[in-house]
């Protein structure tokens, strides 16, 4: 398995280019079957979750390919309606084909998705929103077989504002006759990506960003050219390393509005930030001040960043307390970073964070993809080598992320 070998105590400087949101791109990918003519997604990352749902694509007859960093998609030759477990079970993604498949094929089979390990991530919001559309849903117990011939427009209520069944009810409800409205729906900025890119093949939908998405179903979907907005995780990522190791960086194509409440935690923690436009500029403070933050649904602080940013609290003066409010198994990096010598106990959503001077670098383990980017930003301050094992973890989410951090002066390398 590939590691990263990180030797840590070199500030981070320099500048870095923000690639599109993978949590935007894949939704978009299913969607780009809803039509049979090309799309093109513009500037579309090679991240592990990309090449994973080009797979899902590939088998059903969808031809893609890359060209000068975009990526042509050609779904006029689809040929089936059912993605096997092997393929399903590689991402968390492989759910929104459901909703994309019961659009452009009145049919889905699909064993249960994958993802990281984070909680126990069940569907069931998901198959109650397909079920509020008249979409006949049948769970064997390991798949699930759909089937729209009776879709139509409606009233869904989600239990939760979850983002993936709220994009699979807007998939689903884009070509159903009549209207739906989805209320309790996710606000993130994914979502409202999603609606522009379905708007620019000429589907109607409003209010995304808002609670209640209003869906008015067409007959057809054309094709589009579509740029995806900014990875705003992959953003705070690098805002945060570069935090952790007294540095400063200008970051490019990014969107200040979409991480907000992650800006105003970097302040807390004496960081000087200034933003024009699509560039975000960070130098981090002479000292680290502790901070305290609790994770939600948008425009909350988001879980993805959680991870990332528990590492800088853990040579932050002072206690940091953390609640981790979405996902209920998402504290696997906290045994990681205590084996680099940090201060953390977990009781519940909430970890307590006591700030040490510094890290000692030491093997960890990657155990799913924004705790494996918690366990690099680690290093980055540990003195001496840590090695960081699994990364094929970091590798789903993070493009080339040891070049990028060479790039501003780090020492990682990656090893097999
Ligand atoms: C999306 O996952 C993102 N993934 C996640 O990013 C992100 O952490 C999450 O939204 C929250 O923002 C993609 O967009 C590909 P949810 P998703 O449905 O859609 C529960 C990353 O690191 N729930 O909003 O799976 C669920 O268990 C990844 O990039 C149900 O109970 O998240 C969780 O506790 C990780 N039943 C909560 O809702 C359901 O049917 C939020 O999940 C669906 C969800």
Redesign the pocket.
């Known amino acids: 398995m590939e590691k990263f070998v990180i030797n840590g105590g070199r500030k981070l400087s320099g500048k870095l280019r923000v690639e599109s949101a993978?949590?935007s791109v894949?939704p978009i990918l299913a969607a780009s079957i809803l039509t049979n003519e090309e799309v093109i997604i513009k500037d579309c990352p090679k991240i592990l979750d990309v090449l994973n749902m080009i797979r899902i694509l590939a088998f059903l007859g969808v031809k893609t390919r890359f060209s000068d960093g975009n990526l042509i998609i050609n779904s006029s030759g689809i040929n089936g309606y059912a993605i096997p477990q092997s393929l399903s079970n590689q991402l968390?993604?492989s759910i929104f084909m459901m909703g994309a498949l019961l659009s452009r094929c009145g049919k889905a089979e699909l064993a249960y998705p994958g993802g990281?390990e984070?909680?126990?991530?069940?569907?069931?919001?998901?198959l109650k929103g397909l079920k509020n559309l008249g979409i006949l849903v049948e769970d064997t117990g390991g798949e699930i077989i759909c089937v729209a011939d009776k879709m139509c427009g409606g009233e869904v209520y989600l239990d939760?504002p979850?983002?993936?069944?709220t994009e699979n009810v807007m998939l689903s409800a884009v070509t159903a006759k009549g209207k739906t409205e989805i209320r309790n729906a996710?606000k993130?900025p994914?979502i409202v990506d999603l609606m522009r890119f379905l708007n620019a093949m000429g589907a109607k939908v409003y209010g995304a960003g808002t609670s209640t998405i209003l869906i008015e179903g067409v007959e057809k979907l054309h094709g589009a050219v579509f740029k995806p907005v900014s990875d705003r995780?992959e953003a705070g990522t690098y805002l945060i390393a570069t935090a952790i190791t007294g540095g400063e960086i200008e970051l490019e194509n990014c969107s200040a509005k979409n991480i907000s409440s992650l800006i105003h935690k970097l302040c807390d923690n004496a960081c000087k930030i200034s933003i024009k436009n699509d560039i975000i500029y960070l130098k981090s403070g002479a000292c680290r001040k502790s901070f305290s933050f609790a994770t939600g649904p948008y425009p909350c602080f988001?879980?993805?960043l959680q991870a990332p940013l528990m590492s800088l609290a853990t040579v932050s003066d002072g206690v940091s307390v953390i609640t981790e409010n979405?996902?209920?198994m998402r504290y696997r990096h906290v045994q990681e970073l205590v084996k680099m010598g940090a201060d953390i106990t977990v009781s519940g959503r909430t970890a307590i964070v006591k700030g040490v001077k510094r890290l000692m670098g030491a093997t960890v383990n990657a155990h799913d993809?924004?705790g494996g980017a918690s366990l690099i930003i680690a290093s980055l301050n540990a003195e001496g080598k840590t090695i960081v094992e699994d990364i094929n973890h970091i590798q789903r989410?993070y493009y080339e992320m040891d070049k990028k951090l060479r790039s501003l002066g780090a020492d990682i390398k990656k090893k097999n």
């Open positions: 993978k949590n894949l968390r993604s990281c984070i909680g126990l991530r069940p569907i069931d919001i998901h939760f979850s983002v993936g069944a996710a993130e994914e995780i988001p879980t993805d979405v996902f209920e993809l924004r989410g």
